[in-house]
């Protein structure tokens, strides 16, 4: 079983010099290690050659974001698998080996994730991932151990292998034919959610996604689009949204998709009393695009949406800020 780590970078020298050192230490012997450059303006590409011969680079002609990054990147790789792993992020010794194993002893098994902890905290997880992903109802993302933005401390309370919604794209792997099957990833979500979005069509395909927590790695999260970059909340909202008319199938996909016009509207008049009317133009902005793109996603949902029950909680707003339930234990 052939392995493809893949590195996709846009004008981060300075990661790659801090990170791609641990990742040559503690996954050449077991991977084929390339990094994806997506058109950097930067030295990254002479640098990597310079000072990482190893590395094999793939270079795209454009910056198409996360999605249309990797999907260039990956479509002529021939590895039976491709570990999608962010550059800002400090892998550990043997962590290929347990998903490798997984994977062989699960012929079902279409992708998985590691434990994510934070590098700059290494006692926590980290938000991008945590210990396995899932979803609401109403389309918000959380994870065992990341819930909104309450982060658990690592107390060895998720070291098991269990079946999860979604692997968080920061470090993703994925059976390059499961992957093909599907089509790769939905360029139109350019980044973030894009990953859910996999991950929604391969379930829907009958592919188990699961999380290994005898694996770990470090991620310092925000690299590249920071939380307090309102484009990242431009693409959270208004993804999340595509992602529900996409996937969700059934009438009552408008009702979810208006609840959640509903709840971004009180969320952009939080920004506003939080002083970031940005970010509460971005909500905005997000919205509209979403009524931009309704008449080609609904194209898409005649061969996407899928009946299988996609949410392990109803209403996670609900329980967050009424009930206060802060884990996912909680929650569940």
Same mark, same amino acid.
């Given at each position: 079983?052939?392995?493809?780590?893949?590195?996709?970078?846009?004008?981060?020298?300075?990661?790659?010099?801090?990170?791609?050192?641990?990742?040559?230490?503690?996954?050449?012997?077991?991977?084929?290690?390339?990094?994806?450059?997506?058109?950097?303006?930067?030295?990254?590409?002479?640098?990597?050659?310079?000072?990482?011969?190893?590395? =094999?680079?793939?270079?795209?002609?454009?910056?198409? @974001?996360?999605?249309?990054?990797?999907?260039?990147?990956?479509?002529?790789?021939?590895?039976?698998?491709?570990?999608?792993?962010?550059?800002?992020?400090?892998?550990?010794?043997?962590?290929?080996?347990?998903?490798?194993?997984?994977?062989?002893?699960?012929?079902?098994?279409?992708?998985?994730?590691?434990?994510?902890?934070?590098?700059?905290?290494?006692?926590?997880?980290?938000?991008?991932?945590?210990?396995?992903?899932?979803?609401?109802?109403?389309?918000?993302?959380?994870?065992?151990?990341?819930?909104?933005?309450?982060?658990?401390?690592?107390?060895?309370?998720?070291?098991?292998?269990?079946?999860?919604?979604?692997?968080?794209?920061?470090?993703?792997?994925? =059976?390059?034919?499961?992957?093909?099957?599907?089509?790769?990833?939905?360029?139109?979500?350019?980044?973030?959610?894009?990953?859910?979005?996999?991950?929604?069509?391969?379930?829907?395909?009958? @592919?188990?996604?699961?999380?290994?927590?005898?694996?770990?790695?470090?991620?310092?999260?925000?690299?590249?689009?920071?939380?307090?970059?309102?484009?990242?909340?431009?693409?959270?909202?208004?993804?999340?949204?595509?992602?529900?008319?996409?996937?969700?199938?059934?009438? =009552?996909?408008?009702?979810?998709?208006?609840?959640?016009?509903?709840?971004?509207?009180?969320? @952009?008049?939080?920004?506003?009393?939080?002083?970031?009317?940005?970010?509460?133009?971005?909500?905005?902005?997000?919205?509209?695009?979403?009524?931009?793109?309704?008449?080609?996603?609904?194209?898409?949902?005649?061969?996407?949406?899928?009946?299988? =029950?996609?949410?392990?909680?109803?209403?996670?707003?609900?329980?967050?800020?009424?009930?206060?339930?802060?884990?996912?234990?909680?929650?569940?």
């Amino acid at each position: 079983m052939k392995l493809a780590v893949v590195i996709l970078n846009w004008n981060g020298k300075e990661l790659l010099a801090q990170f791609l050192p641990s990742v040559i230490k503690y996954s050449e012997e077991e991977a084929t290690i390339y990094v994806a450059d997506n058109a950097s303006t930067d030295d990254s590409v002479s640098f990597i050659k310079g000072s990482f011969p190893s590395v =094999k680079i793939i270079q795209n002609k454009t910056n198409g @974001g996360y999605a249309k990054g990797y999907n260039d990147a990956l479509k002529n790789l021939n590895e039976d698998i491709f570990v999608l792993l962010n550059s800002d992020v400090e892998v550990t010794p043997n962590w290929l080996t347990p998903i490798i194993s997984e994977f062989k002893n699960n012929p079902n098994l279409v992708a998985a994730q590691p434990k994510i902890l934070d590098f700059k905290n290494n006692a926590f997880f980290e938000y991008a991932g945590a210990a396995g992903g899932f979803i609401d109802q109403l389309g918000y993302p959380y994870c065992r151990g990341r819930v909104f933005n309450t982060l658990e401390k690592d107390e060895g309370q998720y070291n098991d292998t269990k079946e999860i919604f979604w692997a968080t794209g920061a470090c993703l792997f994925v =059976k390059k034919d499961s992957f093909n099957n599907v089509v790769g990833f939905d360029e139109d979500f350019f980044t973030h959610q894009e990953e859910i979005d996999l991950c929604w069509r391969l379930q829907s395909k009958g @592919g188990i996604i699961k999380y290994i927590g005898s694996s770990s790695i470090y991620h310092v999260g925000g690299a590249t689009l920071s939380s307090v970059n309102s484009k990242k909340t431009f693409y959270n909202f208004r993804n999340t949204l595509l992602l529900l008319l996409k996937n969700r199938k059934g009438a =009552k996909v408008w009702l979810l998709i208006f609840t959640r016009l509903l709840l971004d509207g009180l969320a @952009g008049i939080q920004f506003l009393f939080q002083g970031k009317p940005k970010h509460t133009l971005a909500i905005i902005q997000a919205h509209f695009s979403f009524y931009s793109l309704i008449p080609k996603f609904l194209k898409k949902r005649k061969k996407n949406s899928s009946t299988f =029950k996609y949410y392990n909680t109803k209403a996670i707003v609900w329980s967050y800020y009424i009930r206060k339930s802060r884990t996912f234990k909680q929650l569940n």
